[in-house]
């Protein structure tokens, strides 16, 4: 039996990892042109991170963000900052290059100008990177706040599947016929539909 489903307003959300010009051939080809938000890396041709200036802020379970938008051709390059994440990115720069010094220095063969990092030079040719998301799509009408909070949203289905898989035990079936599958597949539904009620209500009490 072939099931052939259609899906209207449907967004893919990619993970990191997954932009390239075939999958943005495929994604925009006549056949498909699904809409589409998929992460590029930070030193991306699309944006440049030397030279961006953030002209919208808002923020996001309490974090402020910052946001740039360039149209291109036929799609929006995003580039967010996250402050919390710049924040955390920026001290973890400055801590890894500081222990590597001390553990540098701990060496027998302690060669001062081979082994030891310069903290300063490092972090600022870093720091323009630190924090930052950006995304590619093809929705042009809406907002960078909606674009940001769309892509977030695989986070919560990450959550689902482990929650599904972790707390619930519903990963596999271990059914050996049709009916006890069809058993199996209505308790999995019955599941996400709680999972998600639960999720949806620590979500609205911030836990």
Request: hydrophobic share 40%; net charge negative.
């Given at each position: 039996?072939?099931?052939?489903?259609?899906?209207?307003?449907?967004?893919?959300?990619?993970?990191?990892?997954?932009?390239?010009?075939?999958?943005?051939?495929?994604?925009?080809?006549?056949?498909?042109?699904?809409?589409?938000?998929?992460?590029?890396?930070?030193?991306?041709?699309?944006?440049?991170?030397?030279?961006?200036?953030?002209?919208?802020?808002?923020?996001?379970?309490?974090?402020?963000?910052?946001?740039?938008?360039?149209?291109?051709?036929?799609?929006?390059?995003?580039t967010f900052r996250d402050a919390f994440m710049y924040a955390r990115e920026f001290s973890d720069s400055i801590c890894?290059?500081?222990?590597?010094?001390?553990?540098?220095?701990?060496?027998?063969?302690?060669?001062?100008?081979?082994?030891?990092?310069?903290?300063?030079?490092?972090?600022?040719?870093?720091?323009?990177?630190?924090?930052?998301?950006?995304?590619?799509t093809n929705i042009l009408d809406k907002p960078a706040s909606y674009i940001y909070q769309t892509y977030e949203i695989r986070w919560e289905i990450e959550l689902l599947f482990k929650t599904l898989r972790n707390t619930c035990k519903?990963?596999?079936?271990?059914?050996?016929?049709?009916?006890?599958?069809?058993?199996?597949?209505?308790?999995?539904?019955?599941?996400?539909?709680?999972?998600?009620?639960?999720?949806?209500?620590?979500?609205?009490?911030?836990?």
């Amino acid at each position: 039996m072939r099931c052939c489903f259609i899906v209207e307003d449907g967004i893919v959300l990619a993970d990191n990892g997954f932009a390239s010009s075939r999958i943005f051939e495929e994604l925009e080809g006549p056949q498909h042109h699904l809409k589409y938000i998929v992460p590029l890396k930070r030193n991306t041709k699309e944006a440049d991170l030397t030279a961006v200036e953030f002209e919208e802020y808002f923020s996001y379970h309490n974090r402020g963000i910052s946001a740039h938008m360039e149209n291109k051709d036929g799609y929006r390059v995003f580039t967010f900052r996250d402050a919390f994440m710049y924040a955390r990115e920026f001290s973890d720069s400055i801590c890894w290059a500081e222990k590597a010094n001390v553990t540098a220095m701990a060496k027998r063969d302690f060669d001062p100008d081979k082994d030891l990092r310069d903290v300063l030079a490092k972090t600022k040719e870093r720091e323009n990177s630190f924090g930052v998301i950006v995304l590619r799509t093809n929705i042009l009408d809406k907002p960078a706040s909606y674009i940001y909070q769309t892509y977030e949203i695989r986070w919560e289905i990450e959550l689902l599947f482990k929650t599904l898989r972790n707390t619930c035990k519903q990963d596999a079936s271990y059914m050996q016929d049709d009916v006890g599958f069809e058993a199996w597949s209505f308790f999995a539904h019955i599941t996400v539909s709680v999972a998600c009620r639960i999720l949806a209500k620590l979500r609205e009490l911030n836990l």
